[in-house]
């Protein structure tokens, strides 16, 4: 049973938080989630400007947000800059849905931060070896709700360019730990092509099929193109209904010729639950 009850979603888009007359373009997109970005997105003598600008907003945009069903999250500055602690306390006035925290360091550190957000729902951006080396114990630390994956962080701490099969290990992992943790099945990381249709597609079709649920957009664009491959097609919907209806407790039978089992009955009730 999962520990946390998060609202489906199968995008999330970033916007810089400096960058205040693109927060209400971006929630018009209607992503599963906004992502107000302190972070990468914004230069170290802006830190303070954005945070204001997020502070200001806030009323406005939750209400934006309720209109379309849009969650709301912050990402905050990481650890060891001296930015993060007041990123996490200015979070915990704001009406969000919860906070992404990059580069997390322990379980310890998670929970110091879920307080000091005032226990908004946490998702982890995993984008560094040393989170990756204690996933176990990150997953499971209070407040946690998803896991997200980074790739660039990772890929620049490897000394590699290539984010397909060299990173395959880290999807690996990471939706092994979000199944064993009893979280939501994990978000995977952004597309940086913005102009490149094809790409975008055979990267959420490498999601599916590692297991994530869900992936960041750092476009408007890219978001019909994310929330229309994460949500199952008519052929999928089709045979996990036809599964239910021959077995629907899970006994098992035979169908079209193949078995049908406790599993994958599981499997097609999954499919029926994420098509809503």
């Not at 730990?177 to 975008?200: K, T």
Request: charged share 20%; with cysteine.
């Amino acid at each position: 049973m999962n520990r946390s009850s998060p609202p489906a979603l199968r995008s999330t888009l970033f916007v810089p938080g400096n960058r205040p007359e693109r927060f209400l373009k971006a929630i018009q997109a209607a992503p599963g989630a906004l992502i107000i970005d302190l972070e990468d997105a914004v230069a170290p003598a802006d830190k303070l400007a954005a945070r204001s600008a997020i502070a200001q907003a806030a009323d406005q945009l939750r209400g934006a947000c309720n209109a379309l069903g849009v969650a709301w999250f912050v990402r905050i500055n990481a650890h060891g800059t001296p930015w993060q602690e007041d990123d996490a306390r200015a979070c915990a006035q704001l009406p969000l849905d919860g906070v992404l925290l990059p580069k997390p360091r322990s379980a310890d550190h998670v929970e110091c931060i879920w307080h000091w957000t005032g226990q908004r729902p946490l998702h982890l951006l995993m984008e560094t070896l040393h989170a990756f080396a204690c996933i176990g114990e990150l997953s499971r630390a209070p407040g946690v709700q998803r896991l997200m994956l980074g790739c660039a962080d990772l890929m620049a701490e490897l000394s590699i360019h290539d984010d397909d099969a060299p990173l395959h290990y880290f999807r690996t992992q990471i939706v092994m730990h979000s199944r064993l943790a009893g979280l939501a099945a994990p978000i995977d990381g952004v597309c940086l092509a913005l102009d490149n249709p094809e790409l975008l597609a055979r990267e959420i079709d490498r999601a599916l099929r590692f297991g994530f649920a869900a992936k960041a957009c750092i476009h408007p664009r890219q978001v019909p193109a994310v929330d229309q491959g994460f949500r199952p097609g008519p052929e999928q919907v089709a045979w996990a209904r036809k599964v239910l209806a021959a077995s629907s407790d899970g006994r098992a039978v035979s169908l079209d010729g193949r078995l049908i089992d406790g599993p994958i009955c599981e499997q097609a009730a999954r499919i029926l639950r994420s098509a809503i």
